[in-house]
């Protein structure tokens, strides 16, 4: 997609708090994923809890359940729009969550909520975190598509707002639905006959500890053979300046075979950091 494109679906993101991104992936490879996954649906228990649902299936770590997940969590659309919203407050972003949901028959509606509210920052002067919902089935008002309440992102200290207000945008498998972290939201009751699939990939902030724990989800081990792009965004990577190394490098130095136990710290710094240590240590040597 052109980036004229993704200009306008930043745009109505940043408008509405959601926008839908049509037939951003083939229908095929939905399909395919969801093959991959079926083992996962039919072995993973019920949620307990209001919040998880008592009739739905969630399982993560989907990286390393298919390859077809990384099309996803790498879909270079998505990936665009997601950095616009997120990068003028970051350095880098990082994968928060890949998540599968199965909403069964006779499940309710959840509980209305806004994804950032698990970090306890202060709110509306910058964005967390952007999810994409990648529908494995057709999201309808019937079956547990995901509610969604336009413009709740524009005043955030309103923790509820009528039902009557939210919107179940339709999307299809191969389409993107996005919202914004501060947009409130919350799964649809199932009405229908038949379970309701989905797919959550949210990305955050790079400095945020993520939703799910991505470093102990793909240990070393698996990260090692991602791409370097997708080992990078699931947390192999120092957010600058120096933020999340091991023992002063980037954490991709894991990677090797070989890690020496004593190994020297090397700087992370961001351009002006950069350009600023070099004036104060120019400066530093004009001094008698």
Known sequence: MKMPAIDRHAARLAADGYCVVPRVVEPEVIADLEADLALA?????????V??????RRFGSLLKRSPLAAQLVQQSTILGIVEQMLLPWCD?????????????PGAPAQLPHRDQDMWPGPKGGFEYLVNVMWPLTTFTADNGGTRLWPFSHLDQDVPLLPEAEAIVPPVLPGDALLFLGS???????NLSGRPRRGIIVSYCLGWLKPFELQWLVYPPSIART??????????????RPNLGNVEGQCPSILFDDDVPEHIGAVDALRPDQVAAAAAFAAESDDQP
């Open 41 to 49: 649906f039919a072995a993973t228990p019920m949620g307990k809890g």
């Open 51 to 56: 919040f998880y649902g008592e009739r739905t």
């Open 92 to 104: 880098r972003i990082a994968l928060n969550l890949t998540q599968a949901i199965e909403i069964h």
């Open 183 to 189: 947009s409130l939201h919350g799964g649809g009751a």
């Open 226 to 239: 991602f791409s370097p792009e997708l080992a990078a965004l699931v947390g192999y990577a120092q957010h």
